[in-house]
């Protein structure tokens, strides 16, 4: 069943289908419900590529696991130690920052249509 927004028309609540994007809303690039979709369209964008990050930390974290279970690679320790902290450090960083770029287009655009 497909979500419907409401359009207030008169005194009453006119149901219509939802925007495809924000190319969709009449009156331009310079009206206020475009430019929140136009956010929250960056918003999800940049929340993804969080994922992103999250999972590729996921799978360094992983493969560390995996590799110290294998008794016969000597000095394994030291060198995933350096390596896969590094890695995991720079993932977990560009995780946060796109998350908190994510949430400041999600809040701008909400402030613009409420």
């Known amino acids: 069943m497909p979500a419907f ?4 028309m008169s005194s009453q609540l006119i149901a219509s289908p939802p925007l495809a994007s924000a190319q ?3 009156g331009g ?3 206020p419900v475009w430019l929140a979709l136009s956010l929250f369209q960056s918003s999800r964008a940049c929340a993804e590529e969080a994922c992103g990050c999250v999972e590729t930390c996921r799978v360094h974290l992983r493969t560390a696991d995996d590799l ?3 008794p016969v690679l000597p000095g394994m ?6 390596e896969r902290f590094l890695a995991l450090h720079a993932g977990v960083k560009a995780a946060l920052d796109l998350a ?3 949430a ?3 809040i701008t655009a909400h402030w613009l249509v409420r």
């Not at 927004?5 to 207030?8: I, V």
């Open 5 to 8: 927004g409401c359009s207030r």
């Open 68 to 70: 110290l279970a294998v």
């Open 24 to 26: 969709h809303v009449p």
């Open 100 to 102: 908190r770029v994510s």
């Open 77 to 82: 320790d030291g060198l995933l130690d350096v």
């Open 104 to 106: 400041a287009l999600a």
């Open 29 to 31: 690039d310079h009206h």
